[in-house]
Nanobody, 116 residues
Framework: QVQLVESGGGLVQPGGSLRLSCVAS????????RDWYRQAPGKQRELVAG???????NYADSVRGRFTISRDNARNTVYLQMNSLEPEDTAVYFC??????????WGQGTQVTVSA
């Protein structure tokens, strides 16, 4: 099993920044992609950003240029730096990992609220 624990959410004003962290523990071998998803009230969960073991990244069009995903392999941690936050970014943000073979693991989520 893999445990994923997110931190760093909170309340921020429009235009502000937050950095989310996701620490992985447990049976983390063969994880090859780490992602951040988000789910706003009444909406489906959507992919925000992902990073592979090789360092390749991808972003949703709505966050490209504002958000940056990175990883610290020594700490088994993936980060999501979020800049120029907008009210539309308000959601619960979930950390996700996928192993070779297709097993998926999710964190418990962290709330991000962008409001004046």
């Amino acid at each position: 099993q893999v445990q994923l624990v997110e931190s760093g959410g909170g309340l921020v004003q429009p235009g502000g920044s937050l950095r989310l962290s996701c620490v992985a523990s447990g049976s983390i071998f063969s994880i090859y992609v780490r992602d951040w998803y988000r789910q706003a009230p009444g909406k489906q969960r959507e992919l925000v950003a992902g990073i592979t073991n090789g360092g390749s990244t991808n972003y949703a069009d709505s966050v490209r240029g504002r958000f940056t995903i990175s990883r610290d392999n020594a700490r088994n941690t993936v980060y999501l730096q979020m800049n120029s936050l907008e009210p539309e970014d308000t959601a619960v943000y979930f950390c996700h990992a996928m192993k070779t073979g297709g097993r998926h693991f999710w964190g418990q989520g962290t709330q991000v609220t962008v409001s004046a």
